[in-house]
């Protein structure tokens, strides 16, 4: 929306603008479908999903006069985007299936899920005029979805038999950006000059599960005597980013100048899973002769910019002006699971004797960053100056767990003769920063910054783990478990006031939380009897 005038009031619309795109793709080698089937299969398999899906919307509303008054209207963006893949080697689906997989050698199940969301939002509010400019509004919002799934072999509902003989690989990617920008700004020479709020929000979750076999619901038996053989090998990356800036700037040669608030919030989420074997829901037996290497990495990072400027040549002399102010708010939560067999809920019996030289390895790190500024700068030749305050805040969360062998809630029996390596590494980092800013030359002159950061990461590794119920543990594999954790704050609040003739107040308050926990356990167990 744009208005112009040479002499003469100029006044601009609303600027809406609105972006949805979403991306769906799957890749199935065999699909067994409803009903109770029996699947053979003696060939590799390769299968990829892959989708992407970006959304930009973008909202300008400018107003213009060489004289007289000019007012922008609001300008309001929405950008939202979702990809989703789903990519499974052999799909049982519902019912009481067989499915068997006879493959071997360089025959294998390899599998990728792979999705990208991307989303843009920016919206931009421009008033100029030589007498007296006033912006409107600018909002905009992005939001986006990444969520990838990848299975070797899936029974589905219903009690399953699975046996294979076939090296699986399998890996699930995400990654979700989401980016949220806005502008207000007002300039006149000869007048007030007044610019809207300028408000962003920009959200990111990306979510990637990988597994070898899974069972599924109900009672399922994966390996027969011999086992599972062949090898399976499993990884889950997830990343999520967002982005939120906002910029709110009044300026006037004569004339009063305020700026409105300049608010952006940011928060990223990104969950990995990585499971080897998994039962799921019931009574399960699983019985594993093979190698289990799982990896699950997520990475997140969350940014928001607020600055609030308003500058006067010659401003109000008579009384205080309200200040500018900025508000900036920073999140970001990674989380990381890797399994190597996962019984699930149930009475399960799991039992893990793999060849000499090959090793249950799991793995899952998650790294966590977010980081929050806001910006506040006011000046003028004359009057008081109030500030409306730089407030930051930042918080990051980095959660990463590893499991050998895992029986779940409800009791049951592992037995172990395989080497276990289990490792962890989580990593938080949280910067909070505000800066105020005022400056006159004749008047009374208030700031205030206010800052917080909060970082907490934990890691935790575990080479058997039982849960609630009777449970019979024997082991005669070597365990190792290694847990890794680190977590680092930071809140810095600056304010700066001068005055010539007039009083100076500031007010700073800066805080920073840090907890750092990491766990390393060869086994734990659950009481050994059952709770009513």
């Known amino acids: 929306s744009v208005a112009g005038s040479a002499e003469g009031t100029a006044q601009s619309g609303d600027a809406l603008s609105e972006a949805r795109t979403d991306a769906d793709a799957e890749a ?3 699909a067994g479908g409803t009903g109770g089937d029996t699947v053979t ?10 989708s992407t899906a970006t959304a930009v919307a ?3 509303s400018v107003g213009v006069t060489a004289d007289g008054d000019v007012t922008s209207g609001t300008a309001v963006s929405d950008a939202a985007s979702l990809a989703a893949s789903r990519a499974v080697g052999i799909d049982g689906g519902d019912g009481i299936d067989t499915i068997v997989s006879q493959a071997e050698g360089d ?28 912006s409107g509004d600018a909002l905009s919002s992005a939001r986006t979805d990444a969520v990838s799934t990848a299975a070797g072999i899936a029974g589905g509902e219903g009690g399953d038999t699975i046996l294979s003989q076939t090296g699986i690989n399998v890996t699930a990617d995400s990654d979700a950006t989401a980016v949220s920008a806005n502008f207000a700004v007002s300039v006149s020479v000869d007048g007030n000059a007044s610019s809207g709020s300028a408000i962003s929000d920009a959200s990111s979750l990306a979510s990637a599960q990988a597994t070898g076999i899974d069972g599924g619901a109900d009672n399922d038996t994966i390996g027969n005597e011999d086992g599972i053989t062949g090898g399976v090998t499993v990884r889950a990356d997830s990343t999520a980013t967002g982005v939120s800036a906002s910029f709110s700037v009044a300026g006037s040669a004569q004339g009063d100048a305020a700026s409105g608030a300049a608010l952006s919030e940011t928060r990223s989420d990104a969950v990995a899973g990585a499971t080897g074997i998994a039962g799921g829901g019931g009574d399960d037996i699983i019985r594993s002769a093979s190698g289990i290497d799982s990896d699950a990495v997520s990475t997140t990072v969350a940014v928001g910019v607020g600055i609030s400027a308003e500058i006067t040549k010659s401003g109000d002399s008579e009384g205080t002006v309200t200040g500018a102010s900025a508000l900036s708010d920073a999140s970001s939560l990674a989380v990381a699971r890797s399994t190597g067999i996962d019984g699930g809920d149930g009475v399960d019996e799991i039992v893990s004797a793999a060849a000499m030289g ?12 977010s980081v929050a500024a806001s910006v506040v700068v006011s000046g003028r030749m004359e009057g008081g100056i109030a500030g409306g305050g730089a407030i930051s805040e930042a918080s990051t969360t980095a959660d990463a767990q590893a499991v050998g062998i895992d029986s779940g809630d409800g009791g049951g029996s592992i037995d172990n003769l395989t080497a276990i390596d289990a490792a962890t590494v989580a990593s938080s980092t949280a910067i909070g920063a505000g800066v105020d800013v005022g400056i006159t030359g004749d008047g009374n002159v208030e700031s205030a910054a206010l800052s917080n950061a909060s970082s907490r990461a934990a890691a935790a590794s575990t080479g058997i783990a039982a849960g609630d119920g009777i449970d019979i543990i024997t082991n005669s594999g070597e365990l190792s478990a290694l847990a890794d954790s680190s977590a680092t704050g930071v809140a810095a609040s600056v304010t700066v006031a001068g005055t010539a003739a007039g009083n100076v107040a500031t007010q700073t308050v800066s805080d920073a939380t840090v907890v750092a926990e990491s766990l390393s356990l060869i086994h734990i167990s659950e009481p050994t009897r059952l709770k009513t």
């Not at 299969?41 to 892959?50: E, K, L, Y």
């Not at 294998?108 to 421009?126: C, P, R």
């Not at 090959?358 to 960053?369: C, G, K, L, Q």
């Open 58 to 60: 973008a909202g300008v």
């Open 107 to 134: 025959n294998t199940i390899s599998l990728l899920a792979d999705s990208n969301a991307n989303g843009v939002a920016a919206s931009f509010t421009v008033a100029g005029s030589a007498n007296g400019a006033e």
């Open 28 to 30: 199935i080698g065999i």
């Open 41 to 50: 299969s003696a060939t590799a398999i390769d299968g990829t999903a892959s």
């Open 358 to 369: 090959d090793v249950i390895d799991v793995y899952a790190e998650s790294t966590s960053t």
